[in-house]
């Protein structure tokens, strides 16, 4: 009765939501740098290669990131 509509209807309604998609879910996503970025290079993040510039510095080829900010199509990260 009323408990399963009280448990079910959370459920049904994160179904609805939609799901974050492209760079805007890419925030706070952990990577791996493919080409340095020095200042502009590319990482793979959740599957997809994605260019990148760091917030500082320079990031070498295979390092641990994370995405911090987006900008247009370009994220920006920093080590992890």
């Known amino acids: 009765g009323a408990s399963l509509a009280t448990v079910a209807y959370p ?8 799901s974050p998609t492209g760079a805007p879910a890419l925030a706070r996503q952990h990577g791996r740098v493919v080409r340095a970025l020095d200042p502009q ?11 990148a510039r760091p917030v500082e510095g320079r990031i070498p080829k295979g ?3 994370v995405v911090t900010g987006i900008k247009g199509l370009t994220l920006e990260v ?3």
């Open 11 to 18: 459920g049904l309604k994160a179904q609805r939501a939609p």
């Open 41 to 51: 290079g590319i990482l793979h993040v959740k599957g997809e290669d994605w260019t």
């Open 63 to 65: 390092a641990a990131i």
């Open 78 to 80: 920093r080590r992890s």
